[in-house]
């Protein structure tokens, strides 16, 4: 197990909604990267924040962002959610912006009817 | 788009085999990881090769790099139950990591 959670584990929406998940990175780590997972699909990145700042993004709308905060957790919010929004949502935390090892939380399962 | 491909996309192995999966991906690379996925939840990563590196070992893992090819190949040898799982091969970028499909190992006792 790495030392990085995510909260909550399971989430049923409705499109239209709005939803935010929450990644706590791994002590000492000051980056966290999310992606996206669809079933059968390898993760997707959607994007990565670096001391609190936006470090690169994906092909992902606008409608999905970010945050990071001091202690270098971070939230990541999906407005108007669609029916494709439905995937596993994972964190991952590295030690630097660079594309290094990555230490992946156990995801949050996103449903969207 | 993702950058990596997988081959097999699933395979099926008697325990104490060994898995052979080969990775493909379009552009040139920095380093190549491979990560196991357990039944939908988190990944693990399980060894970094960099682009000058030809070949590198950790315990019963052997992966292989061939940056000509454009490609990468996972050797777990003498498999056990609990290797059953999806493993993915990524390339990575100045920060982001890009996955392919995957393979789906499945190993029978």
């Known amino acids: 197990e790495t030392g990085v959670t995510q909260s909550p584990t399971h989430l049923i929406k409705t499109r239209g909604q709005q939803v935010t998940l929450r990644c706590s990175s791994q002590s000492g780590h000051n980056t966290v990267s999310w992606y996206q997972q669809a079933l059968g699909q390898g993760p997707q990145f959607i994007f990565q924040y670096y001391r609190e700042e936006e470090n690169g993004r994906g092909n992902f709308p606008p409608r999905f962002s970010g945050l990071q905060f001091p202690n270098y957790s971070s939230e990541l919010n999906v407005n108007a959610l669609e029916l494709d929004d439905s995937a596993l949502y994972l964190c991952a935390s590295s030690l630097s912006a660079g594309g290094r090892e990555q230490y992946f939380g156990p995801g949050t399962r996103l449903t969207v009817t | 788009s993702q950058q990596g491909e997988e081959d097999p996309q699933a395979l099926s192995i008697q325990e104490g085999e060994n898995a052979t999966m080969n990775c493909s991906y379009k552009?040139?690379?920095?380093?190549l990881q491979w990560y196991r996925q357990n039944s939908g939840r988190g990944l693990v990563h399980l060894i970094l090769i960099r682009s000058n590196e030809r070949e590198k070992h950790s315990g019963r893992l052997r992966v292989t790099l061939d940056t000509s090819k454009k490609s990468s190949s996972l050797l777990i040898t003498a498999s056990r139950a609990a290797d059953t799982a999806s493993y993915f091969c990524?390339?990575?970028?100045?920060?982001?990591?890009?996955f392919g499909a995957g393979t789906t190992v499945t190993v029978r006792a």
């Open positions: 552009t040139s690379i920095n380093n």
């Open positions: 990524a390339t990575d970028d100045d920060y982001k990591l890009s």
